[in-house]
């Protein structure tokens, strides 16, 4: 149980309130019975030097010094103070003075009461204080911890079911107790929120499938009609503009899809294969030459379309920044797969690493020096990375996808092409970074 937890605070709180009152109470109770039982002994001190005041006050005592006079009562003195170093301890007895007019002149009665008493009492009241309250204490803080957790246990299971709940089974719904508290409405909410956020997910599918019918049929006709018009100047950049606007209707309409969180198809791909095949299918200069270092048999779970668009797109940009060449590389980290791609261009600066991953960036440098793209592909290459458990970061070492890993497909075939686009099928051992 973690320390920060609802019961964890509640249980030290009511403990603490408890012995912070129960405290309070014990030295409360202790100064007042000290207070009345050491009362009680001055009275009947009082008490035994009035009883013998009446015989005084009407007989002479006897003409011996005050101190001398004994009484049968031992607790009983007639005298000065200094009678009182007679009677020691002084501090186990509550004493009492009573002056009393004689025949012969006034003098002072002292009485005394023990305390012994008093103090057996408190020492018993101790007794049974100082081990009770420690075990009243447990006990409240075990019913505490108890009652708070039979309170939160509809809260768990609330958050344990909002917890399984994606995208996949928005239909389903949390537990509401049958108790008709805050617990329960708490309940009815989070029911009644993905009540409206399944009706969301379903409109954005709907708009998603009829905006790609509606953007792709229009598209494809008009690039269609250009191919087959007469080919000029115009013609060609109307069909770089249109396949422009094509690639980016497609662009959008996947992020629309992984923005609704569809679960791709699942099945085990060979990462190395893919990274192959869509590397050499990549856009590409004719002065930039392209290297493959791929190991056999690092399989993933997912979409291979979905692989295959990630390799695309991050290829597409290295291709683009390129000074020279552009390394693909598919090994293992431990238990991760991962995908390098690396080129010697540029790099992207430290400070803009993560910002390269935001929709619609280009860095500047990126708008003066090509026309391609809309700032959109390394977005969807993180956005595919992370629908699949993985990761997409850069670094010193270029572009870095890290899947988990699934398990062994057959070994991937080398494959050369000659000219200044190699691709070589050798091991290259674990990808740097």
């Known amino acids: 149980m973690n320390a920060s937890s609802v019961r964890m605070r509640a249980t030290a709180a009511a403990t603490l309130i408890v012995a912070l009152a129960l405290g309070t109470a014990a030295i409360a109770l202790v100064v007042v019975l000290r207070g009345s039982l050491e009362g009680s002994a001055g009275i009947e001190a009082a008490r035994k030097a009035a009883a013998v ?73 101790n007794g049974v204080l100082l081990p ?36 996949r089974d928005l239909h389903e719904r949390v537990p509401v107790p049958r108790s008709r508290d805050e617990v329960a409405a708490l309940a009815t909410t989070v029911n009644g929120t993905l009540d409206r956020l399944e009706t969301s997910v379903e409109t954005h599918k709907r708009f998603v499938a009829d905006a790609a019918h509606e953007l792709r049929s229009p598209i494809a006709t008009l690039r269609a009609r250009l191919e087959l018009a007469e080919p000029s100047e115009l013609t060609a950049e109307a069909l770089a503009d249109v396949e422009r606007i094509q690639t980016l209707a497609a662009d959008l309409l996947l992020l629309a899809r992984l923005d609704a969180g569809e679960p791709p198809p699942a099945a085990d791909v060979d990462l190395g ?40 797109n991050l290829t597409d940009n290295a291709v683009r920044h390129a000074a020279s060449r552009v390394l693909v590389r598919v090994g293992t980290d431990g238990d991760r797969a991962v995908l390098q791609v690396r080129d010697d261009g540029p790099g992207i600066p430290a400070g803009q690493r993560e910002a390269v991953f935001d929709r619609f960036t280009r860095l500047d440098e990126a708008r003066a020096r090509d026309a391609g793209g809309a700032g959109l592909g390394l977005a969807i290459a993180r956005d ?50």
């Open 384 to 433: 595919i990375a992370t629908l699949h458990g993985g990761t997409l970061t850069a670094g010193d070492d270029g572009l870095l996808a890290r899947f988990p890993i699934q398990g062994v497909a057959p070994a991937s075939a080398s494959l050369t092409v000659p000219g200044t686009l190699t691709a070589s099928g050798r091991a290259a051992g674990k990808p740097a970074g």
């Open 273 to 312: 294969q893919v990274a192959m095949e869509e590397a050499l299918r990549a856009r590409r200069r004719p002065d930039v030459e392209l290297d493959l270092e791929i190991e056999p048999d690092v399989v993933v779970r997912g979409s291979r379309g979905h692989l295959a668009r990630l390799v695309t």
């Open 53 to 125: 005041a009446p015989g005084l006050a009407v007989q002479a005592v006897p003409a011996l010094p005050a101190e001398q006079v004994t009484m049968t009562d031992p607790d009983v003195r007639i005298g000065g103070v200094d009678v009182l170093a007679t009677w020691a301890p002084a501090d186990d007895y509550a004493v009492a003075q009573l002056r009393v007019a004689t025949p012969v002149g006034a003098t002072t009665v002292w009485g005394r009461a023990s305390l012994a008493g008093a103090e057996q009492a408190l020492a018993t009241l």
């Open 132 to 167: 009770g309250l420690p075990a009243l204490l447990t006990v409240v803080a075990g019913m505490t911890w108890f009652a708070v957790g039979r309170v939160l246990r509809p809260v768990a299971a609330i958050r344990a079911k909002l917890a399984h709940i994606t995208a």
